[in-house]
C-alpha cells in the first residue's frame, strides 16, 4: 500500500515552453500532496503544498506564477513549470499523505527528472 | 537556518556490522521524525518513523532512538546488507504540521 506514481519520470523540453507534472496516489486518498525539487548532492526542499480543492501553499521564494499546482482530486495533483528556463532544470519529486491512516508519513513519489534545453 | 542536520555526508560500513546514522534538530517543537532511503534519481522510501513521546521504535533490522533533551536521533541498521547502500534522510515535522523539514543526507556505502 501507500504508493504513489509520478509521470513523466524524465522530460526534456525547450526554452519558455511549459511542462506537467502529474503526481498521483494508486492505492489512497490524499487531501494533501506536497512538491519537492532537489538539486544534485542536496537535500529535498519543499516548493509547495497541494490541498484538494484548494490553493496550494507555497514556501518562501517559490514563484507561484510559475510553478502552477492544481489538486483537483483526492489522487491528482499536477505541477506546471511555465515558461521553463534551463535554471528550472532539476529533479521534481511529490509525496502524499495518506488521509486514511491519520499519519504524518508522507510517501515519495518516483520524481521527474527535468532538463530545459 | 537548517534546522534538521545530518553532520556527516558520508559513512562506510562492512556488510553485517551495525550502520548507525545520526541526526540532530534544533527545533523543539518537532514531534515527529523519521528516516528515508533514497537511491539516484528515485524518490525516497519510507523506512522508519517515531513520535516524541516514545524514545525507540523497531522494525526488523531497523531501529530509531529519539533523546529528546539531546535534540537527536538516530537509525540503527544491523545487520547491514550490501543492499542498504543509499543516501539516507532524517525529515522532522512540528505539532501536526504537514511540512517536513529534510536532513541535508547520509550516504551509506555497505562493504562486502
Known amino acids: 500500500g501507500a504508493v504513489v506514481s509520478q509521470h513523466p519520470s524524465w522530460v526534456i523540453c525547450k526554452s519558455g515552453t511549459s511542462v506537467k507534472i502529474e503526481c498521483r496516489s494508486l492505492?489512497?486518498?490524499?487531501?494533501?500532496m506536497f512538491w519537492y525539487r532537489q538539486f544534485p548532492k542536496q537535500s529535498l526542499m519543499l516548493m509547495a503544498t497541494?490541498?484538494?480543492?484548494?490553493?496550494?501553499?507555497?514556501e518562501q521564494g517559490v514563484e507561484k506564477d510559475k510553478f502552477l499546482i492544481n489538486h483537483a482530486s483526492l489522487t491528482l495533483s499536477t505541477l506546471t513549470v511555465t515558461s521553463a528556463h534551463p535554471e528550472d532544470s532539476s529533479f521534481y519529486i511529490c509525496?502524499?499523505?495518506?488521509?486514511?491512516?491519520?499519519?504524518?508519513?508522507?510517501?515519495f513519489g518516483p520524481g521527474t527528472r527535468l532538463l530545459v534545453l | 537556518d537548517q534546522q534538521v542536520k545530518q553532520n556527516s555526508p558520508s559513512l562506510s560500513v562492512q556488510e553485517g556490522r551495525i550502520s548507525i546514522l545520526n541526526c540532530d534538530y534544533t527545533?523543539?517543537?518537532?514531534?515527529?521524525f523519521l528516516w528515508y532511503k533514497k537511491y539516484p534519481a528515485e524518490g525516497p522510501t519510507f523506512l522508519i518513523s517515531?513520535?516524541?513521546?516514545?524514545d525507540k521504535n523497531e522494525d526488523g533490522r531497523f531501529t530509531v532512538f529519539l533523546n529528546k533533551s539531546a535534540k537527536h536521533l538516530s537509525l540503527h541498521i544491523v545487520p547491514s546488507q550490501p543492499g542498504d547502500s543509499a543516501v539516507y534522510f532524517c525529515?522532522?515535522?512540528?505539532?501536526?504540521?504537514?511540512?517536513?523539514?529534510f536532513g541535508q543526507g547520509t550516504r551509506l556505502t555497505i562493504n562486502p
Open positions: 492505492d489512497f486518498q490524499a487531501t494533501t
Open positions: 509525496s502524499a499523505r495518506d488521509a486514511g491512516r491519520g499519519q504524518e508519513t508522507q510517501y
Open positions: 497541494s490541498n484538494e480543492g484548494s490553493k496550494a501553499t507555497y
Open positions: 517515531i513520535s516524541s513521546i516514545k
Open positions: 527545533n523543539s517543537m518537532f514531534d515527529y
Open positions: 525529515a522532522a515535522s512540528a505539532g501536526g504540521a504537514q511540512k517536513l523539514v
